[in-house]
């Protein structure tokens, strides 16, 4: 997998507006927050936006790392076995 972007968190900041941004034409959002990992598939049951901000939104307020963008899904936060799903590994 190559890799196209990578913007550094703690020199560029994403806040609501830059967060939601990242989620136009995508299908699912996948935050994990250590063991929990949340699926939200944003073509049918999309929650209003201070939802979807609250997830990918840390403490800071600045997006929570890492988070990728894989095809049309964009994952926030690590969990090793929500890795292993999208990447196959």
Do not use: H, Q, W
Not at 8 to 13: E, S, Y
Not at 44 to 53: E, Q
Request: with cysteine; hydrophobic share 40%.
């Amino acid at each position: 997998m190559k890799v196209t972007e990578e913007i550094d968190a703690r020199k560029v900041r994403y806040g609501d507006a830059e967060a939601l941004g990242l989620l136009d034409g995508k299908s699912s959002l996948l935050v994990a927050k250590g063991k929990k990992v949340t699926k939200v598939d944003l073509r049918k049951d999309c929650p209003d936006d201070s939802v979807l901000t609250g997830m990918m939104l840390g403490p800071t307020g600045n997006l929570r790392a890492p988070t990728l963008i894989v095809g049309k899904k964009v994952l926030v936060g690590f969990n090793e076995d929500l890795y292993a799903d999208v990447f196959g590994t």
